[in-house]
């Protein structure tokens, strides 16, 4: 059974500095693209960023230069930096693991974590 765990969400002011982590646990043989997704109230689930096994990246518009994602694949762990938050930055953040296989196998599944709420206000 694979399970991804999130950590370090939290409420913090506007201008201010929080970072997530995320790891997958469980019995993998691969990672294609992990990523972090977020969803407001009212609002649909959106990408924020993703991060491919071999480290290319993608970011909405709204996250470019403010937000950074990175990924440990020996620990199967994804992190995303997120500086200079915004009141709109406030959602649920999600961690994704795509196209994950397990030993010996050839079918690829998608998981998702439990959700970590960030909180942007003063």
């Known amino acids: 059974q694979v399970q991804l765990v999130e950590s370090g969400g939290g409420l913090v002011q506007p201008g201010g500095s929080l970072r997530l982590s995320c790891a997958a646990s469980?019995?993998?043989?691969?990672?294609?693209?992990m990523g972090w997704y977020r969803q407001a109230p009212g609002k649909q689930r959106e990408l924020v960023a993703a991060?491919?096994?071999?480290?290319?990246?993608n970011y909405a518009d709204s996250v470019k230069g403010r937000f950074t994602i990175s990924r440990d694949n020996a620990k199967n762990t994804v992190y995303l930096q997120m500086n200079s938050l915004k009141p709109e930055d406030t959602a649920v953040y999600y961690c994704?693991?795509?196209?994950?296989?397990?030993?010996?196998?050839?079918?690829?599944?998608?998981?998702w974590g439990q959700g970590a709420q960030v909180t942007v206000s003063s």
């Open positions: 469980g019995s993998i043989f691969s990672i294609d693209a």
């Open positions: 994704n693991a795509d196209k994950v296989t397990l030993p010996g196998t050839a079918w690829e599944f998608d998981y």
């Open positions: 991060i491919s096994s071999v480290g290319s990246t």
